[in-house]
């Protein structure tokens, strides 16, 4: 598991963005339940706030396989 530390004026769905290259529901929550109070901060971060970044986890990609070229 990674640690970052908030800086002043981060958001918890940013911060997830910028850890796991995307921005939706399933990172900000797998962010909010590694690090139980942090709901409980406001929405814009005070600077200093250890926060844990569980690991990436994994997606289905679509492949498409081409019969033909």
Known sequence: ???????????????????Y?????????MVLQANP?????????PAG???NLPAAPVTMTDRRVKLWD
Do not use: F, N, W
């Not at 109070?37 to 971060?45: A, E, M, S």
């Open 1 to 19: 598991m990674m640690q970052i530390t908030s800086k002043q004026g981060d958001m918890v769905d940013e911060l997830a963005l910028r850890a």
């Open 21 to 29: 290259g995307r921005r939706d529901g399933t990172t900000t929550a």
């Open 37 to 45: 109070g942090l709901c409980q901060q406001p929405v814009l971060l």
């Open 49 to 51: 706030i250890v926060i």
